[in-house]
């Protein structure tokens, strides 16, 4: 009896070793292989080239005159050879906005370039832009508005098979494509074939997105799709280029649409998320999306352009950087210059891992087995990891520099083929005598990266201090990144002024602003500046001028194109008029507020 109890007790823990001595089991949802190859890009190009570069506009009605696009020099391969040396893998092009105009010949509308001067209509922007791509080894992805402000059939039935006739056109025509983009911009005023009308639509139901779904998948299997919740990659919530310092790849995408609205929760995820469903976020390296020639000044910095990659590669999600083409077809001189800054400063920042192959020690090591040690967080391999038991959920690895070093970069990476599981993490170093912190955080997932003061220290310690399940680290490493040095502007700047009236010269009427500027001013430009904390947003406008403030004058109508998303500073330009009366009249505000507001109003002085 005692022996048969024996066996079974060793029987028992042999049992027990098979299974502990495995790799750890997968925790939670997990990203697929085509979202694994997605985390593994980072960092790629956004280009808005379309109908909207020539008209100088953010958002087209529909209405616009094929014959307007006409790029004198356009070279596609310019803008992939930038792209590669800025250190980008791939482009996603804009193949069809909101206005509905096509930058490939497609077969369902004549909406598109083959009505178009440009190559006498025998132009394809797409076909080129693969070619190029290919030559440069990047990767190609394509963006299709699912409003169509053009077409005549939106909003109804028909509509759906011709969006998805031309996304077969996309997909088929133009080999491999990494990521297909859905807006969530769905309705709303348009031409629609003439009606001049609004249109409204469930975007729930109305294009049956499971269908569509599964036709990119059937004809692009490798592809990921992207729309504000899914289903392979999320929105960040905003167009400022950042994703929030907790950052889950996690989503409860069942609960959320395109247009969804909790776009706090899609800038951090859910921790309980039943889906992989990581954020990428996107960003203009200009205020606008479009090319305009007044923007010129205004491209970001390469100071502004480190904290957008540090909130976003640095912070589990990706780096979509939209650089829009001039209206010759090509990327202007200041874009490209703030590339090449971004990328030397970045080769700067991350040229010594100065803890590569350092003597690491961990507090516990799973079933202290050398394949899940210390130093597997710094061999230089992303496929080996440290690991603690299953019960295990917290602990630290120090690593040994050798001797005092100056950092003030830190990266961390997760296994997150087994999906993501630390919460709470803290990093230290020695100064000699004692652990020193240096910063307590959230998430980590596919990838973190800390900024912090310069330290001098012999030694660091990551500490993993709450996680859902053992802590799987694949990578850590320290740098030191040098402060940027700033170049200067291949931009001349233009010396205009500017009027800024204060704000007891406005008088609110009925729905308008009027602004009397004491004397007669020849104008050519008005900037109207939103109001920081998004209240009162004009989406559509008009805009009137008066010498005596009884005759008026229609100078300028039109809409506030993307204002919710992105509310920056519009810039209306118009022809040159004398005027001392300004009357903004707000057509359409956002969200339906009962008042329009704004936090400055500024008028261009017209050149002599």
């Known amino acids: 009896m005692m022996k048969n109890r024996l066996s079974t007790f060793l029987l028992c823990l042999l049992m027990v070793n098979s299974v502990y001595g495995q790799a750890p089991e997968p925790f939670g949802p997990l990203p697929s292989a085509r979202q694994l190859k997605w985390h593994e890009m980072e960092?790629?190009?956004?280009?808005h080239f379309n109908i909207n570069t020539f008209t100088d506009l953010e958002w087209g009605q529909g209405s616009e005159s094929p014959g307007l696009f006409n790029p004198t020099a356009f070279d596609a391969k310019q803008w992939a050879r930038i792209a590669k040396q800025a250190g980008m893998k791939g482009i996603i092009i804009t193949a069809k906005h909101h206005d509905g105009f096509c930058i490939w010949p497609s077969a369902y509308t004549e909406h598109s370039v083959k009505n178009s001067p440009w190559k006498n209509g025998k132009g394809d922007v797409l076909k080129e832009l693969q070619a190029a791509c290919a030559a440069y080894g990047l990767k190609m992805g394509v963006y299709l508005s699912p409003w169509d402000r053009n077409h005549k059939d939106y909003g109804k039935p028909e509509y759906i098979s011709y969006f998805r006739n031309q996304l077969k056109e996309l997909l088929t025509n133009y080999g491999d494509?990494?990521?297909?983009?859905?807006?969530?911009?769905?309705?709303?005023?348009?031409?629609?074939?003439?009606?001049?009308?609004?249109?409204?639509?469930?975007?729930?139901?109305?294009?049956?997105?499971?269908?569509?779904?599964?036709?990119?998948?059937?004809?692009?299997?490798?592809?990921?799709?992207?729309?504000?919740?899914?289903?392979d990659i999320r929105w960040v919530g905003n167009e400022d280029g950042m994703a929030n310092a907790e950052n889950w790849a996690l989503l409860k995408r069942d609960e959320?649409?395109?247009?969804?609205?909790l776009y706090q929760q899609l800038t951090t995820g859910h921790i309980d998320g039943t889906h992989w469903l990581p954020a990428e976020a996107d960003v203009s390296i200009r205020p606008g999306w479009y090319y305009h020639q007044a923007e010129d000044n205004r491209v970001k910095t390469v100071n502004q352009l480190l904290d957008i990659y540090y909130g976003t590669v640095g912070r589990n999600a990706s780096f979509l950087l939209n650089v829009p083409v001039d209206r010759r077809g090509l990327i202007h001189p200041a874009d490209s210059a703030a590339l090449m800054q971004l990328r030397l400063q970045l080769d700067k920042d991350f040229s010594l891992d100065k803890a590569l192959k350092k003597n690491a020690t961990a507090s516990q090591v799973r079933l202290n087995?050398?394949?899940?040690?210390?130093?597997?967080?710094?061999?230089g391999k992303d496929e080996t990891y440290w690991a603690t038991d299953d019960f295990t959920r917290t602990?630290?690895?120090?690593?040994?520099?050798?001797?005092?070093?100056?950092?003030?970069?830190?990266?961390?990476?997760?296994?997150?083929?087994?999906?993501?599981?630390?919460?709470a993490f803290k990093l230290d170093s020695w100064n000699g005598k004692e652990w020193q912190n240096i910063a307590e955080e959230t998430t980590i997932g596919y990838k973190r990266i800390l900024r912090f003061p310069v330290v001098e220290t012999s030694k660091i310690r990551l500490t993993i201090v709450?996680?859902?399940?053992?802590?799987?680290?694949?990578?850590?490493?320290?740098?030191?990144?040098?402060?940027?040095?700033?170049?200067?502007?291949?931009?001349?700047?233009?010396?205009?002024?500017?009027?800024?009236?204060e704000r007891k010269e406005w008088k609110a009427v009925q729905g308008a602003?009027?602004?009397?500027?004491?004397?007669?001013?020849?104008?050519d430009e008005l900037s109207y500046i939103p109001m920081k904390n998004k209240k009162g947003l004009i989406s559509a406008y008009a805009i009137f001028v008066s010498r005596d403030n009884k005759k008026w004058q229609k100078i300028a109508e039109g809409e506030f194109a993307n204002i919710k998303n992105n509310p920056i500073p519009q810039s209306v330009s118009f022809p040159a008029v004398s005027a001392r009366y300004i009357k903004l009249n707000a057509i359409g505000i956002i969200d339906n507020e009962k008042n329009a507001d704004f936090e400055q109003i500024k008028l261009r002085k017209s050149n002599p």
Do not use: H
């Open 177 to 231: 494509i990494f990521e297909v983009w859905f807006d969530g911009a769905n309705g709303g005023t348009g031409y629609y074939g003439g009606a001049n009308e609004k249109r409204e639509v469930d975007r729930k139901t109305y294009y049956d997105w499971d269908n569509t779904w599964d036709l990119v998948r059937s004809l692009q299997p490798e592809a990921n799709i992207f729309s504000d919740a899914g289903p």
């Open 256 to 261: 959320a649409w395109p247009g969804w609205p």
């Open 395 to 423: 602990g630290s690895v120090m690593i040994d520099l050798g001797e005092k070093t100056k950092i003030n970069r830190f990266l961390v990476k997760e296994y997150i083929q087994l999906g993501q599981r630390v919460e």
């Open 466 to 501: 709450k996680a859902k399940a053992c802590p799987l680290i694949s990578t850590a490493s320290v740098y030191y990144a040098p402060e940027p040095v700033v170049a200067k502007s291949v931009v001349q700047k233009i010396d205009r002024s500017y009027l800024e009236p």
């Open 43 to 47: 960092y790629y190009m956004f280009v």
């Open 369 to 379: 087995q050398p394949r899940f040690a210390a130093d597997k967080i710094n061999d």
């Open 513 to 523: 602003f009027i602004i009397d500027l004491k004397k007669e001013y020849k104008l």
